[in-house]
């Protein structure tokens, strides 16, 4: 993956006359003419690469069609009139042109692991696959990163790295696209020391389709001065397919003084520590299971607030369905601070202390990560190599069976005992035998929590750790019992609170990168709190406002898109 990936870059590193020109915005009218419209900026950014092949319209006859109308989750198949592979913003904005022009319901995909049926669903008519727009690198005039939004974050880190010796704190997982996760507000193994990878976006290059129907090229920045700086702060945490295409984000660190690349952005820790134990579910007592879980809690709830010896310590705690006959516990630690290898000796003593059963190497699949007996130690390694690792350790995310469903929840305190009787309840189910279902608790906060809830569109600034509730399968057959299985667990965890974690002084809504349906209906969702609220709190007004602005007759739509005022 990484010497195709290289050959990408050096292929697409040249750039050439693609649509948009430095100062100026491209568009194209509703009749079909490429114009050239003068931003609103006093310079603009660098001209992308050029494009290497024509775009590509792949029908239903195509050979290659299957292969492009569906994702990571078999669950969501589209059967769209055709799929178009671009390779440049010229090319995207004239896709959307032709369809604004048509009135065809077109959707994005970058990395394919859209959670939800938003790109593949039966009114989609385009598809816009921007897999093949890869390209990573430096742009001198606006002194930043450029990341198109097909590239995917392992291919990122190492070109950043390896060329540079920088990144940006995104997730973990090798093949999500920049796209959707950029706009999400991402989150990785860096996020307690560093924040989210959109507390570092400088920029962003999205095609929109105005009130007229005529589709233009718009570059936003964080600038106080720039006129469309809304579209870029509707880009750190709404989501994707709200405002219209996204093709490049820039990066650059907002505490970053120098202009040079090695300047502008974080640096990751040149060695880390990984660790990996798991406990044998068939000793797993009821007592020793709450004890585990309210110790990750608590330590999270302790040590939540930013820097600190612990602030590049991030920790995973896997509590499989009984099935899996394992429960886990990973962590990475930033192996150059003082003491390190002490420090996590004394994390893992505390998650540990009073579980009477012993723990042992990690021998089983869990989630996305394969086994891992070998991490029973603590292993020192570099940086770059962790994090190869960590993204690709386990087939479960190229298996072409894969069906999935998932939920989230923030938590600003720890689990409570009801919770925690609902975790134990539901994951010793006889009725659901499945070694991929679980209950996922990610460390979060740190540095996270120092940016204010409206700076970016992400509002979730005060939370100490994360929850996934997942469940992995490989039938059509088992999506009805994986998919009750999962209702049921989460909405017992949440019963006082209407069946989704609302915003209050424990708990702090959803993550709209773990995008779930259910958070609409209101026969799972009985709380009175809208789906909107949960993913955004008190920034969705000015969301709806943005997006009156920049998709007024609301082309780009899905199941929790933005909705207009």
């Given at each position: 993956m990484t010497d195709v990936s290289n050959g990408q870059w050096s292929r697409r590193r040249l750039l050439g006359n693609a649509a948009a020109v430095v100062g100026a915005s491209a568009a194209i009218t509703a009749g079909g003419a490429l114009t050239a419209r003068a931003t609103e900026s006093a310079t603009g950014p660098a001209a992308g690469p050029a494009a290497e092949f024509p775009a590509a319209k792949v029908a239903a006859t195509d050979p290659r069609y299957q292969d492009l109308v569906r994702g990571m989750n078999q669950r969501w198949v589209g059967r769209p009139e055709s799929v178009r592979v671009v390779d440049s913003t010229a090319q995207v904005l004239a896709v959307v042109q032709e369809a604004a022009k048509a009135k065809k319901k077109l959707t994005v995909r970058s990395g394919g692991h859209c959670y939800e049926d938003f790109v593949f669903n039966a009114d989609t008519q385009i598809v816009l696959d921007m897999s093949e727009m890869t390209s990573v690198y430096w742009d001198d005039k606006f002194k930043a990163f450029a990341v198109e939004a097909g590239a995917t974050l392992l291919d990122v880190y190492e070109r950043l790295f390896k060329v540079w010796g920088v990144t940006v704190p995104g997730g973990m997982c090798y093949s999500v696209g920049a796209g959707g996760h950029v706009s999400g507000g991402g989150w990785g193994m860096l996020a307690r020391e560093h924040g989210l990878i959109v507390d570092h976006l400088y920029a962003v290059e999205v095609v929109t389709v105005d009130a007229a129907g005529t589709a233009r090229t718009v570059v936003a920045t964080r600038e106080a001065n720039d006129p469309h700086r809304d579209l870029w702060w509707a880009h750190t945490g709404a989501g994707g397919g709200n405002y219209g295409v996204i093709t490049r984000y820039w990066f650059r660190s907002p505490k970053a003084t120098g202009t040079t690349p090695a300047q502008s952005l974080v640096k990751p820790p040149a060695e880390v520590f990984i660790s990996a134990i798991s406990w044998k579910w068939d000793q797993v007592t009821e007592a020793a299971f709450t004890r585990l879980t309210r110790n990750f809690g608590a330590w999270h709830v302790a040590n939540g607030a930013p820097g600190g010896p612990y602030g590049s310590l991030m920790s995973f705690l896997k509590l499989n369905h009984k099935s899996n006959g394992e429960i886990g516990l990973l962590t990475q630690m930033d192996a150059t601070v003082p003491n390190a290898e002490q420090l996590l000796e004394d994390f893992l003593a505390a998650v540990t202390e009073?579980?009477?059963?012993?723990?042992?190497?990690?021998?089983?699949?869990?989630?996305?990560?394969?086994?891992?007996?070998?991490?029973?130690?603590?292993?020192?390694?570099?940086?770059?190599?962790?994090?190869?690792?960590?993204?690709?350790?386990?087939?479960?995310?190229?298996?072409?069976?894969?069906?999935?469903?998932?939920?989230?929840?923030?938590?600003?305190?720890?689990?409570?005992?009801?919770?925690?009787?609902?975790?134990?309840?539901?994951?010793?189910?006889?009725?659901?035998?499945?070694?991929?279902?679980?209950?996922?608790?990610?460390?979060?906060?740190?540095?996270?929590?120092?940016?204010?809830?409206?700076?970016?569109?992400?509002?979730?600034?005060?939370?100490?750790?994360?929850?996934?509730?997942?469940?992995?399968?490989?039938?059509?057959?088992?999506?009805?019992?994986?998919?009750?299985?999962?209702?049921?667990?989460?909405?017992?965890?949440?019963?006082?609170?209407?069946?989704?974690?609302?915003?209050?002084?424990?708990?702090?809504?959803?993550?709209?990168?773990?995008?779930?349906?259910?958070?609409?209906?209101?026969?799972?969702?009985?709380?009175?709190?809208?789906?909107?609220?949960?993913?955004?709190?008190?920034?969705?007004?000015?969301?709806?406002?943005?997006?009156?602005?920049?998709?007024?007759?609301?082309?780009?739509?899905?199941?929790?898109?933005?909705?207009?005022?």
């Open positions: 009073g579980v009477d059963i012993p723990h042992g190497p990690v021998t089983k699949a869990m989630g996305e990560h394969g086994p891992m007996p070998e991490y029973f130690t603590p292993q020192r390694m570099g940086w770059l190599q962790a994090t190869r690792y960590l993204g690709t350790t386990n087939s479960t995310l190229v298996d072409p069976t894969l069906r999935g469903d998932y939920k989230s929840a923030f938590h600003k305190k720890n689990v409570t005992d009801a919770q925690i009787r609902a975790f134990w309840k539901h994951l010793n189910r006889t009725d659901l035998d499945n070694p991929g279902a679980m209950v996922l608790l990610s460390s979060y906060g740190g540095n996270v929590n120092t940016v204010s809830p409206d700076a970016t569109a992400t509002v979730h600034r005060d939370s100490v750790f994360k929850l996934l509730f997942q469940s992995y399968w490989p039938s059509a057959a088992d999506d009805a019992v994986n998919i009750s299985w999962l209702r049921d667990l989460y909405e017992e965890t949440y019963a006082a609170t209407g069946g989704v974690p609302v915003l209050d002084d424990v708990t702090d809504g959803c993550y709209i990168n773990y995008c779930d349906i259910d958070l609409n209906d209101p026969a799972h969702n009985t709380s009175g709190v809208p789906w909107y609220t949960l993913y955004y709190g008190s920034n969705y007004p000015r969301l709806q406002r943005i997006k009156a602005t920049y998709d007024p007759a609301n082309r780009f739509n899905h199941g929790q898109s933005i909705r207009l005022p």
